[in-house]
């Protein structure tokens, strides 16, 4: 994956880079009456956080990965906190990098602000934020009820919404929002008409934002990855199949 990012509201195949230093804390998670806390052992003198969501697998996983490579220390985010943990265990091990675990969900705005809020004081500024969580179901029009479409566009456009209002005031001259839209905004598949439009909706949210953060020297983009057989792929044409 090439780590570069063009000017402001473009579409792209690939994210940014700065650099850090290899000074790292030491950090761990503590859930304390359904809150999320954070512990840190030492400060930190490095110059470059990421926070990711839907981190434990397929794209957000790669790119913890790749920015992990590059120096950044992380804050991971998803749902299976013992995937996190795993994740957290070979990155710290195979990069020498600190990473953060936090385990909220995406569409609900008080766990999204709590978790950014809680954020260890050393790590309260966010140089790269990607937005990746999301969900891809298959389901015609005349199945598709509204409850399915409130909740896709909850996870896979309102959750961008969230962690961008929460994370923006941490960011500074410099910094990223990286958006994960999809291919299929410009291919429209058939059975996917939700899903398809919360990444329109992405593109567009993309776009504003990048005008009104930019004056902030905050670009924000978006990627629109072509189809790629990640996990999640993998167990849907398992269903298919069965």
């Given at each position: 994956m090439n780590m570069s990012t063009p000017a402001v509201g473009g579409t792209v195949s690939g994210g940014t880079t700065l650099c850090a230093s290899s000074t790292k804390p030491q950090l761990t998670l503590s859930n304390s009456s359904g809150s999320i806390q954070w512990q840190s052992s030492t400060t930190s003198a490095t110059t470059g956080y990421t926070n990711i969501t839907g981190a434990t697998s397929g794209f957000g996983k790669a790119c913890a990965e790749k920015f992990a490579s590059h120096g950044y220390d992380l804050i991971i985010t998803g749902r299976r906190e013992e995937r996190l943990l795993e994740l957290k265990e070979l990155l710290e091990k195979k990069y020498n990098t600190a990473v953060l675990v936090s385990v909220y969900d995406v569409r609900n705005r008080q766990q999204v602000f709590d978790a950014v809020k809680n954020i260890p004081e050393e790590w309260q500024r966010i140089d790269v934020l990607i937005n990746n969580a999301a969900a891809d179901p298959r389901i015609e029009l005349g199945k598709t009820s509204g409850t399915d479409w409130d909740r896709l566009f909850a996870r896979n456009?309102?959750?961008?919404?969230?962690?961008?209002?929460?994370?923006?005031?941490?960011?500074?001259?410099?910094?990223?929002?990286?958006?994960?839209?999809?291919?299929?905004?410009?291919?429209?598949?058939?059975?996917?008409?939700?899903?398809?439009?919360?990444k329109a909706g992405i593109q567009g949210f993309t776009r504003s934002l990048a005008r009104e953060l930019g004056r902030r020297g905050i670009r924000v983009n978006t990627i629109s990855p072509g189809w790629i057989m990640t996990e999640r792929q993998k167990r849907q044409i398992g269903r298919a199949h069965v």
């Open positions: 456009l309102k959750a961008y919404f969230l962690t961008s209002r929460a994370s923006a005031p941490h960011m500074r001259q410099g910094s990223a929002i990286i958006n994960f839209s999809s291919i299929t905004v410009h291919t429209g598949p058939t059975n996917m008409s939700a899903y398809v439009a919360t």
